[in-house]
């Protein structure tokens, strides 16, 4: 049972991490999200995962089938959902068999025993109950019968089934922890009476059980061993809470009214990429037109049509689908027309893992297609961030007139943390080469801009510019195909160049912390946090090391060598086998890169991190 | 769409020498295009032609309009990104049997599901062309190819029927060496509101030469075929002295004048039926060759739906600007 909390004094930290893990079915997703959203509206930094399997319903209680919500937050900077855990909430002996490891020494678990049945053992391959056979006397444990209290919040309630009794059983462990924690329950009973509207029963049912949670941690007096209580120092303004996929889509519906056009999304449902999709679907009242394709070649091919026909075109994916849109990047990239192509990485090669994150896609986007078909290549490297890269590739595409690849990964899609709202007014320009009111006589299908490169988009409709494109090679001016063995050289340097020169327009690397010294950290997209954490924290320390994160990959930033040298050694972190390593390498033949790899479907942890670097640093 | 000036065919014939072998009845196809472009009252400007890998696929580049030539089997898919992105323009697919019912399978099927309003024309010649010579999903049973050298053992596809099972509004058949019908056809399958297909019976003159000389020849075409026009009787032959009737669940050859069978006998054509049936059993007859416009039936296109939900989704929004999403639901104040 309970240990007397009274006598605990609470350790005071600018930072929390909390776990809430449970069976697929439990709702732990839903939970975290609450209470990480109350801890923003509280003022908190805050940085979330969600980690959940590929099955929906994975077998009850089956090691599989753990679902699990981490949040990270504080009165400090927030840069990654965390590491050691201050508090872990499990569900059942699943929950606590695949998770414990990742518990701070001495600290909470808070667990459900009324799921610690001997066929819930038996699912969770425990030899003993390891609530009594003393493998948990390293922690804090707080033992509720949750499920049975429950039960017992709801049993005057009537014309409720057993099964939405049980479902709301997450509530209850919500309700702890936000006692726990001193946050306000406004936001989550709000949540209920609009999520259930049209359901007042079951919202009743869970307002309760949050509340009889919450007082249930009172009368204990459970107090958590450490907490953090102030608001973080961000910068002022109006924020909100945001995810990766719900960002990025924001960022190119901002694309489409900054840009005057219309947006199109050719897509097909694809794991952790739909998102997207399900977000623009609902902007019919910006004239947003959502295509839910057969295929994920229909998603793009379509997407390729309408930006022929004008629109600002768009398709969305993950690696299995970008993949199978290969061949129509390269038609978009020969027929030079603006198309964004957007791959959420996850875990592969081949289905791989769906559900999990990795950065195993970047030589794909570099490479993978027949032929010399280079492309612009960015990524994203926060949840909120994905708003501005998004935007930004749908201004590089209007305005170089070739597609841009986009990469993010499940890890930044699905995470999410405060996003400082902007308003359309604050972002750059966007330019577009549509013409209309051009002499059509001197003009040709190929004639290019002399800075950029980039040709003339004359689209159906525009009467006197009537031309044909296609997949053939085509003649560098009227665009007619042509088998001039000079004349697909020229093309071919000249489609590359036309990349190339997006150096022209885009900002210096640069290197946080340190501008030169020891060693500097690189990486690129989403490990972002991970790698800026850990060299704040050997910063901190005093080690003269810089963090360079890469969202320009193709091509590179121009300062990118010269910044290279200024740094005795560098190290390329990455959630893959080494891909950017093996392209730095390639490109700066006179620089040594020592690599750090991760391929477990998980974002790095920082203390890994700064384990390694200081075996760099002698 | 209306056009301001009156064009010829000359006004959509491009610069580009036109590439197909000698005696092609693609030959036939394009010069029927372009006679029935200037009939469609259509802006040139508006008139989009897109289509997939294949002989047929290099259609575009001879039509004076816009056009691209894209890779195989997609075209149906970029043309529906085309027509959606602008409903204003008249949207063309080019497609061979080998582009749009083996490859490109899938997006025929969906396209016609969808009821988008493009108009498909579908160049069958029973056989691969570009690629020299190897069988396609229409080549027949046995038929001797390169890559069935002892004879084909795929069955075949019938298009019509694939098509009618995709719920295909508008299915129209010709011989390819019809120029006359098939400008007609033409015309009429821009007109119609919603995906028309209109299949082509072509003659391969080098790797399937004379696949349809038993339907399409000028000296049997009469005899074989049954042009088929709404609201008339079936009725076919040199001497229009023959029609279908429907006996059980069969449609059968009647002589008229023979065992008492009168013209008010045959079967009226009702391309309009939505009921699908007849246009099943029309599509898959082999004597005598169904040809013309076997179904028609009009109803809302996908973009029409899509136009609607929009305005009304408009309508009730509270959303004008980004800027107005942006400030929406739970936002706080630091």
Request: glycine content about 8%; some cysteine.
């Amino acid at each position: 049972m309970i240990t007397t909390e009274k006598n605990i004094k609470p350790e005071v930290l600018e930072a929390v991490v909390i776990r809430f893990v449970g069976d697929s079915g439990d709702g732990m997703q839903l939970t975290g999200t609450q209470f990480s959203d109350t801890s923003a509206m509280f003022g908190n930094d805050i940085a979330t995962f969600p980690n959940y399997p590929a099955e929906i319903r994975a077998p009850q209680g089956s090691l599989y089938g753990v679902s699990g919500f981490q949040v990270h937050i504080g009165s400090i900077e927030i840069s990654t959902p965390g590491e050691d855990l201050d508090l872990l909430v499990c569900m059942n002996p699943a929950a606590l068999k695949t998770n414990l490891s990742a518990l701070k020494a001495g600290h909470t678990v808070i667990i459900d025993t009324d799921s610690f049945t001997k066929k819930n053992l038996e699912k969770a391959l425990y030899a003993s109950n390891p609530l009594e056979d003393g493998s948990l006397n390293n922690y804090r444990v707080i033992e509720v019968a949750m499920t049975s209290l429950t039960k017992g919040a709801l049993k005057e309630l009537e014309g409720l089934d057993n099964k939405s009794i049980t479902r709301s059983k997450n509530m209850f462990a919500l309700g702890m922890v936000y006692w726990m924690y001193d946050r306000d329950m406004n936001h989550t009973l709000d949540f209920f009476n609009k999520k259930f509207k049209n359901k007042p029963l079951i919202a009743e049912a869970n307002s309760k059980v949050l509340k009889t949670g919450f007082y249930f941690a009172e009368t204990l007096e459970l107090i958590p061993n450490s907490y953090s209580i102030s608001p973080s120092k961000m910068a002022k303004g109006t924020y909100r809470i945001i995810n990766g996929n719900q960002a990025t889509a924001w960022g190119f519906l901002a694309a489409a009214e900054k840009s005057g056009l219309e947006l199109f999304l050719g897509s097909y449902p694809i794991t952790p990429a739909s998102d997207i999709l399900h977000e623009l679907v609902k902007h019919k009242h910006f004239g947003v037109k959502a295509f839910q394709a057969e295929d994920e070649i229909a998603g793009i091919t379509s997407a390729i049509g309408a930006s022929f026909a004008g629109d600002l075109a768009i398709t969305t994916t993950s690696g299995p689908g970008l993949a199978l849109k290969g061949e129509a990047v390269g038609l978009a990239m020969i027929l030079e027309l603006p198309l964004v192509i957007v791959n959420v990485q996850r875990g592969g090669p081949s289905t791989g893992l769906p559900t999990k994150t990795e950065q195993s896609d970047l030589l794909q986007a570099l490479y993978g297609r027949n032929g010399e078909s280079p492309l612009i290549v960015i990524a994203a490297s926060t949840p909120a961030d994905c708003f501005d890269w998004a935007y930004e590739a749908a201004r590089l595409t209007l305005e170089h007139m070739t597609p841009v690849l986009l990469l993010t990964d499940g890890y930044i899609a699905n995470g999410s943390e405060p996003w400082k709202i902007k308003s359309i007014n604050d972002m750059p320009p966007i330019s577009h080469r549509q013409i209309s009111d051009r002499n059509p006589e001197n003009w040709n299908v190929y004639d290019r801009d002399t800075d950029t490169l980039a040709r003339d988009w004359a689209i159906p409709g525009t009467a006197g510019f009537e031309h044909r494109v296609g997949g053939l090679e085509k003649d560098k001016t009227t665009g007619n195909v042509s088998y001039v063995p000079e004349n697909h050289e020229y093309m071919t340097h000249i489609r590359a160049e036309k990349v190339d020169r997006v150096q022209n327009s885009i900002p210096d690397l640069k290197s946080d912390f340190n501008e030169e010294g020891d060693l500097l950290v690189v990486g690129w997209g989403g490990t972002f946090g991970s790698l800026h954490s850990a060299t704040k924290k050997l910063t901190e320390e005093g080690l003269k090391v810089g963090h360079a994160h890469f969202n320009y990959i193709n091509p590179f930033p121009k300062n990118t060598e010269a910044l290279f040298s200024k740094f005795k050694k560098i190290i390329v972190c990455e959630l893959n086998n080494g891909q950017l390593a093996s392209i730095l390498r390639a490109k700066f033949v006179n620089i040594e890169f020592s690599q750090y790899n991760k391929m477990q479907g998980l974002p790095f942890g920082a203390s890994e991190l700064t384990q390694k670097f200081k075996t760099l640093i002698k | 769409m209306a056009a301001a000036t009156k064009y010829t065919f000359k006004d959509f014939t491009s610069d580009q020498e036109v590439r197909w072998c000698p005696g092609c009845d693609d030959y036939v196809i394009l010069r029927s295009m372009q006679k029935a472009l200037p009939e469609m009252g259509v802006k040139k400007e508006d008139v989009v032609f897109i289509s997939g890998i294949g002989c047929s696929s290099r259609f575009p580049y001879y039509i004076d309009s816009f056009g691209m030539h894209s890779i195989h089997g997609r075209a149906p898919a970029i043309a529906s990104g085309v027509k959606l992105a602008n409903p204003d323009l008249s949207v063309w697919v080019i497609t061979g049997d080998g582009d749009s019912l083996a490859i490109g399978g899938n997006h025929f099927i969906h396209v016609l599901r969808r009821n988008i309003d493009l108009n498909i024309i579908l160049f069958n010649n029973e056989i691969y062309g570009l690629t020299k010579g190897q069988f396609s999903p229409t080549s027949l049973i046995g038929q001797k190819t390169k890559t069935s050298p002892y004879g084909n053992t795929q069955p075949p596809f019938s298009p019509g029927e694939l098509a009618i099972g995709a719920q295909a509004r508008f299915f129209a058949r010709i011989g390819g060496n019809t120029p006359k019908e098939m400008t007609q056809l033409f015309i009429d399958a821009e007109k119609f509101k919603g995906t028309s297909l209109v299949e082509v019976l072509q003659n391969c003159p080098i790797f399937n030469d004379g696949c349809y000389t038993h339907i399409t020849d000028k000296a049997v075409r009469a005899d074989k075929q049954i042009h088929l026009e709404h609201n008339k009787p079936m009725v076919f032959g040199k001497e229009r002295d023959k029609g279908l009737v429907l006996k059980g669940l069969k449609l059968e050859v009647v002589t008229i004048g023979e065992n008492g069978i009168t013209e008010s006998d045959l079967l009226i054509h009702d391309a309009k039926e939505s009921d699908p049936t007849l246009h099943a059993m029309l599509v898959r007859l082999e004597y005598p060759v169904a040809t013309g416009i076997i179904r028609a039936v009009e109803e809302l296109t996908f973009e029409q739906r899509e136009d609607a939900l929009t305005k009304e989704v408009k309508a009730n929004s509270k959303f004008n600007k980004v800027d107005d999403l942006f400030l929406s639901g739970e936002i706080y104040e630091v």
